[in-house]
């Protein structure tokens, strides 16, 4: 079983729509959760981030830990033309030593949201 | 206030040669860290410097190295390369000492023919 999980889609969406995004994770030790936005020939962007359980919203976005699940989730609502992009669940850290951490990523859900 | 800067944007290489990547942090961050994306693999870890040393190395073969000056720029080379090693290479950075999240930059888009 592969640390985090996510559905590659691709997902396509009409204009309006509510959008919801998930990844699943087997390591109970993860408590920061974050959500990158990643457009076409471009690095990831940062969205949203969550420590530990919860939600959180911004604008139209929602972020969601399910940590007894080990389930993560974003919301987009009204969905938008400019919403069309890969997004990347990440979560961690997973401390190496030296003060040293790293985030594992999801492989991403490519979504469009058609006019 | 700038981003992460890599250069170049594009590479073609040839099986065999070798390449160097280079990365500029944002002004004030010290740790680079570098991700190889294939859309196979999603998004693999490489290593991370920290300070001008490499704090955290991921399971990838000693062809895969990197170094970080006093600066805090980085760059990778990747020696001898395979034709699996076409993937977009992104640097992010961050502030360092536990700080969570990075700010990635646009990548190196390298294609080996």
């Known amino acids: 079983q592969k640390e985090v999980e996510q559905d590659p889609g691709p997902l396509s969406v009409p204009e309006g729509a509510i959008v919801s995004l998930n990844c699943t994770y087997s390591?109970?030790?993860?408590?920061?959760f974050m959500w990158y936005r990643q457009y076409s020939r471009k690095g990831p962007e940062l969205l949203m981030y969550?420590?530990?359980?919860g939600n959180k919203e911004d604008g139209r976005f929602t972020a969601q830990v399910d940590k007894s699940s080990k389930y993560i989730s974003l919301f987009i609502r009204d969905s938008q033309p400019s919403d069309s992009a890969t997004y990347l669940c990440?979560?961690?850290?997973?401390?190496?030593?030296?003060?040293?951490?790293?985030?594992?990523f999801g492989k991403g859900t490519k979504l469009s949201v058609i006019p | 206030k700038a981003g992460v800067t890599q250069t170049p944007r594009y590479l073609i290489k040839t099986r065999g040669q070798q390449v160097t990547l280079s990365c500029s942090p944002i002004?004030?961050?010290?740790?680079v860290s570098w991700y190889q994306q294939t859309p196979g693999q999603g998004l693999q870890f490489l290593f991370e410097?920290?300070?001008?040393?490499?704090?955290n190395k991921g399971n990838f073969p000693g062809r895969f190295s990197g170094r970080q000056f006093s600066n805090s720029r980085s760059e990778m080379n990747v020696s001898t390369l395979e034709l699996g090693d076409s993937a977009l290479y992104l640097c992010?950075?961050?502030?360092?000492?536990?700080?969570?999240?990075?700010?990635f930059g646009s990548g190196t888009r390298l294609t080996v023919v």
């Open positions: 992010a950075s961050s502030p360092g000492q536990g700080a969570v999240g990075y700010t």
């Open positions: 390591n109970s030790a993860f408590q920061y």
């Open positions: 969550t420590y530990s359980s």
């Open positions: 990440a979560m961690g850290p997973i401390y190496s030593g030296a003060g040293s951490y790293q985030l594992t």
């Open positions: 002004s004030g961050h010290r740790s």
């Open positions: 410097y920290f300070s001008e040393t490499q704090r």
